[in-house]
Structure formats: C-alpha cells, structure tokens
C-alpha cells in the first residue's frame, strides 16, 4: 500500500489532495518519522502528552504499524497533517469494543506481538495545520484512514473520537454532548460531524478513555494555574474537569470521548 494507492482510491470518492501535496506513508517514508512525531504532538494542551499508555507504546506505532501512519507533504516539503493508526482484533460487538483510546492502543500492541490476524483499524490521532483550518484537511485524513484499511483488506475502522468543540463545555457528560446536533440534523462538534460525513455510526461514550495521572505541581506547570484545595477543576484544553488531591499530591484527568464506527465493507 503507497500513498499514491490512497490518494488514487481518494479521488474517486471526490477527496482530491490539495494541488502540489503528496500523500506518503512511513513505510515509504521513514525519513519523515521525526517531522511526523513532531508535528502530532504540535496542537495538544501539554498534559496531553502524558498519558501512560502511550508513554509507554508511542514509538510502536512507526516500528510496527508504518502502513497506517499517514503524512500529507506540502510542494515545500513540509508535513500539513498526519493520520496515525494501528490494526487490531475486534469481532464487531459493543461487548468486544475496547473501553477507550487507551484499552485500543494496548491491544493493537498485544495483538501485534501475539501474532494475532488484525481485522480492524484503529484510529490514534488525525492533527492537521491549525493555519489551515478550513481547507478539508481533517476529511481528507479521515478518508485516506479508511482507504489504508480498506487497501488492507480490514473490514472496520474504529475511532475513539476527542470532540473539537467539547473543552469549551467541560462540564457537560460526553454521552450528553455526543447527542447534541444542529438544525440541520448533523452533529454539532465538527470533529464528530466528519466522521459521520465520511459514514460512521456513532456508538458508545467512554467518559474515561484516557487518563492523566501526575503530581499536583505538575498539573500547576502544565495549565498555569494553582490548585490551593482538592476539588475537581475546569482547565484549559480540558474536555472534563481535573480531579486535584492535595494530600495524595496527585491530579487525575479522564479524557472522555466517543465511539464511531466506519464500515469498510472488508
């Protein structure tokens, strides 16, 4: 599977890369690893960058998934978004459904090393150039996901989606916010309503599928705050409040998100 595959298979359902960008894959394009990394980790609050799953499994996704992690390439050369996924087993049920983004990431790595036939794609993170917002680059990634599992002969692509819109409304319970549309019927956060443009189905929210665990001080470098009392805090880029214990010295963050489902008809 190259990129030039994706973006061929992404023309015909009117996806077109914009004029002069190539779409390329690590596997193709080793050498982009450390501008790939570099750019993903570019968008998120900082204590998004700590979660312990992916501290620990992070570089997996480069040395055993290449094939799903996408660079979209500007005519200068540089990266203007990524798409990063991992295959996995999944049998289709709502029982059989990883609880979370973290659950998902484990048993892409448990899989992997098991040898286990991978059935299912399993979407990471889709980051593109906040200075080109607008311009159909989230939709493209998106698409270009479902085609790298298509071309792979996978039937399912998962996505435990982060709502765009969601840190502005922290206080509300995902499975809540999920449900709210607009007047047009569609979803009401763009992240969510580009999924469904693209055919998923919306499915569970896992109001903790990922966690933050750090000492309070950590917390109070990573958001610019201070936390003088234990109680559960609104912070910036945080899509539910952070939960401060002062005796234990520790800040919990549950990252809540959504479930959506593409059929890949694989």
């Known amino acids: 599977m190259t990129g030039a595959q994706l973006a061929a298979a992404l023309i015909a359902r009117e996806l077109a890369l914009p004029r002069g960008h190539t779409l390329v894959t690590l596997e193709e394009r080793p050498d982009l690893t450390r501008a790939v990394e570099r750019f993903g980790s570019s968008v998120w609050p900082p204590f998004m960058l700590h979660d312990a799953v992916s501290d620990r499994h992070w570089q997996r996704m480069a040395a055993d998934f290449p094939a799903?992690?996408?660079?979209?390439?500007?005519?200068?050369?540089?990266v203007v978004a990524v798409g990063r996924s991992m295959s996995l087993a999944w049998d289709g049920s709502l029982k059989d459904l990883p609880h979370g983004w973290d659950e998902q990431f484990e048993r892409s790595i448990e899989g992997f090393e098991?040898?286990?036939?991978?059935?299912?794609?399993?979407?990471?993170?889709?980051?593109?150039?906040?200075?080109?917002?607008?311009?159909?680059l989230g939709?493209?990634?998106?698409?270009a996901m479902q085609e790298a599992g298509r071309l792979r002969g996978l039937r399912t692509l998962i996505a435990c989606v982060r709502p765009t819109l969601l840190e502005r409304y922290?206080?509300?319970?995902?499975?809540?916010?999920?449900?709210?549309?607009?007047?047009?019927?569609?979803?009401?956060?763009?992240?969510?309503r580009i999924h469904v443009r693209l055919g998923g189905v919306l499915s569970r929210p896992e109001p903790a599928s990922m966690r933050v665990r750090a000492p309070v001080g950590e917390w109070e470098a990573w958001t610019g705050m201070t936390f003088p009392a234990s109680g559960r805090y609104v912070v910036?880029?945080?899509?539910?409040?952070?939960?401060?214990?002062?005796?234990?010295?520790?800040?919990?963050?549950?990252?809540?998100?959504?479930?959506?489902?593409?059929?890949?008809g694989g």
């Open 170 to 192: 922290p206080l509300t319970p995902i499975d809540e916010y999920a449900r709210w549309t607009r007047d047009d019927g569609l979803p009401f956060d763009p992240w969510i």
């Open 68 to 78: 799903y992690q996408l660079a979209l390439v500007d005519g200068a050369g540089e």
């Open 139 to 143: 939709s493209l990634m998106a698409g």
């Open 236 to 264: 910036p880029g945080a899509c539910a409040p952070v939960c401060i214990d002062r005796e234990a010295d520790t800040g919990t963050y549950l990252d809540p998100n959504v479930w959506v489902i593409h059929d890949l």
């Open 114 to 136: 098991r040898g286990v036939t991978p059935d299912t794609l399993g979407a990471i993170m889709i980051v593109t150039d906040p200075a080109r917002r607008g311009d159909g």
